[in-house]
């Protein structure tokens, strides 16, 4: 009997001793990679097969311990998706990030105002989209013809906002996610004004205005120019031309402002083509309901503050700009 009590005794102390040291190896962090690993777990994949790419990838020391933890943890429904694991990690810590769905993606930051060759350098930066793979897909109207069947491209409608990208993600499907935020966007303002040629209105607002609240200023100037048939001489157009043609240096030539493209606003009256760039939704509003006002003119002031003198007519026009010209070649 003493001999019965003494190996049940041990046997219980041999559990315990089991018990606590399997508790240790399913939070004691492992780290069996040098460089990050990168695991994409479909729909479907089975814990143990997850246990079994993880080890062998040294994310886990064993395949057994992450079936442990899941058999611990009997709730934790794994997440489909691509993790990305760069740091020691305990098998506890590998299925809570696989319960979350803690799957890796990139940020892409996308600023109002950019035009599509300046997202593509964004997307290009990410390292998994070449920028001429993003800009054949911006290229393309096809997502937008519906709302705009005049848009020669995805311009202006590429919405500026946040996005989460990962490394499987297309240039299609980033041009779809943004184009998607400017539909949502579109319809909450609620209007019935034409698209195209409030979008063409609001990129000239947006790369002309750097102040919020002189936005509906600028739209006023473009609305009142556009109702006399003025040409609008907006330098944004200008440059957006040169960029069209592959041949911007970071500044505006007389041979610019004689270009004869369509996309230049010195040359022709009424709105280019298109948006020029993507703008934000209170540039979109402005556009929706310029300001009441009889401006035509406005020159940057020189003060650096972002803001412009508005002028009715040509002389006070002139006298503003030869202000600018002496406060910046002092």
Not at 46 to 56: C, G
Not at 166 to 176: D, P, S, W
Not at 193 to 205: P, Q, R
Request: glycine letters at 6%; one cysteine or more.
């Amino acid at each position: 009997m003493r001999i019965l009590v003494r190996v049940v005794g041990l046997a219980a102390i041999a559990a315990v001793v089991a018990g606590a040291w399997m508790f240790y190896l399913l939070n004691q962090p492992y780290k069996g990679f040098s460089n990050p690993v990168f695991v994409d777990f479909a729909h479907g994949t089975s814990t143990r097969s997850i246990a079994a790419i993880l080890a062998d990838n040294g994310v886990i020391r064993d395949r057994w311990l992450l079936l442990a933890a899941r058999g611990l943890r009997r709730g934790a429904n794994l997440q489909a998706g691509e993790y990305k694991f760069d740091k020691p990690a305990s098998p506890f810590d590998i299925l809570s990030r696989l319960a979350r769905g803690d799957i890796y993606y990139m940020e892409l930051l996308v600023p109002e105002g950019f035009n599509m060759f300046e997202i593509a350098d964004a997307v290009g930066k990410l390292g998994t989209i070449r920028p001429e793979a993003f800009l054949a897909a911006a290229r393309n109207p096809a997502m937008i013809r519906d709302l705009d069947p005049d848009a020669p491209s995805l311009e202006g409608y590429l919405f500026p906002n946040k996005y989460r990208i990962t490394r499987h993600t297309t240039a299609q499907q980033i041009c779809r996610m943004m184009t998607d935020e400017f539909r949502e966007r579109w319809k909450s303002l609620g209007t019935s004004a034409g698209v195209h040629a409030t979008m063409t209105l609001a990129a000239m607002v947006e790369r002309e205005a750097r102040r919020p609240e002189e936005r509906p200023l600028v739209a006023s100037v473009f609305h009142n120019r556009l109702r006399i048939g003025m040409k609008l001489d907006c330098d944004p157009t200008t440059v957006y031309a040169a960029l069209l043609e592959n041949r911007y240096r970071g500044a505006i030539h007389r041979s610019d402002l004689a270009n004869t493209s369509l996309w230049n606003t010195y040359r022709h009256s009424g709105l280019p083509p298109g948006p020029i760039a993507s703008p934000g939704l209170s540039s979109i509003q402005a556009a929706l309901a310029p300001a009441e006002t009889a401006y035509l003119y406005f020159v940057a002031k020189a003060d650096g503050s972002g803001g412009h003198n508005f002028s009715e007519s040509l002389v006070q026009h002139d006298a503003a700009v030869a202000q600018y010209h002496r406060a910046t070649h002092r």
